[in-house]
């Protein structure tokens, strides 16, 4: 489904649709935009079934909840938070999720949740978010909370899709399915993988996303000769121990662990 807007002097083409193929588990609305507009705000809402107090935002490596019924000043004050690759208002059992690729205006009020899309300013910069513009959102019903629906990893792969490459068959010794590193419980996220700035290791970063303390179980490609902490530097610390392809890392609520591994 598709649709266009045009007024004087800007256009908005939409178009709506399980765009991953069957299976898909949410609404993926894409948008082009020529954005030609003096002194407004254009914002995208969701009116939702959904009775919840707050909302959740993604805010750097972690979450925070903020009210949708202001009562203080500084409350009323905030027309809009900012929050990064998706917002979720969830009851008891159920939930919707709002994913996105580029925007991080939000407000929540009542049960309308909306993003803000492009903006027109006289102040500081005239110009601002004047052209055209590409941009997608996506709306991901669930049951059970942002947590128990997945949503981190949810916005993650809409954010860092997965490309294809064409093959032709041969034989392989790795098996159909195959993945250089991984980690569980689903609270735990590898967030980076690099090679090390100053030697052959790989640096592994994670994230704990729940709020939890964890027992974190490592899984990687190769066997493992010598697996460390380290801080965000990469400056080594702590040895952990290994087992062929697997360390067990304990990690705090919301922390940011880094790991430098090497490969026998």
């Not at 266009?4 to 299976?23: C, D, K, L, Q, Y």
């Not at 492009?118 to 959102?137: E, V």
């Not at 942002?146 to 068959?169: C, F, I, K």
Request: aromatic letters at 10%; charged letters at 25%.
């Amino acid at each position: 489904m598709a649709g266009r807007t045009r007024g004087r002097p800007s256009s908005i083409w939409s178009g709506v649709g399980a765009t991953r193929g069957r299976g898909s588990r949410y609404l993926d609305v894409l948008n082009e935009v020529d954005w030609q507009e003096h002194r407004k705000l254009l914002k995208v809402a969701f009116t939702l079934n959904v009775d919840a107090d707050s909302a959740t935002y993604e805010i750097p490596y972690g979450t925070i909840g903020r009210t949708g019924r202001p009562r203080t000043q500084a409350e009323r004050a905030k027309f809009e938070v900012p929050g990064q690759r998706w917002a979720d208002v969830s009851a008891n059992d159920y939930g919707v999720s709002i994913l996105n690729d580029s925007k991080y205006g939000w407000d929540y009020k009542g049960n309308v949740l909306r993003l803000s899309l492009l903006r027109s300013p006289i102040w500081p910069d005239s110009l601002a978010d004047r052209g055209t513009h590409s941009f997608r959102f996506a709306v991901y019903p669930h049951a059970g909370d942002w947590r128990e629906a997945g949503t981190v990893r949810m916005a993650a792969e809409y954010n860092v899709p997965l490309l294809a490459a064409y093959e032709e068959a041969h034989p392989g010794s790795v098996g159909k399915v195959v993945s250089f590193a991984s980690a569980r419980p689903a609270n735990v996220e590898i967030a980076w993988l690099k090679r090390a700035e100053d030697s052959d290791a790989w640096v592994l970063r994670l994230v704990e996303w729940h709020g939890v303390s964890s027992e974190a179980v490592i899984t990687v490609a190769c066997p493992l000769e010598r697996a460390r902490r380290a801080n965000l530097l990469e400056d080594a610390a702590e040895t952990l121990a290994v087992g062929g392809k697997t360390l067990i890392l304990p990690v705090r609520p919301y922390e940011i662990a880094t790991l430098l591994v090497e490969c026998k």
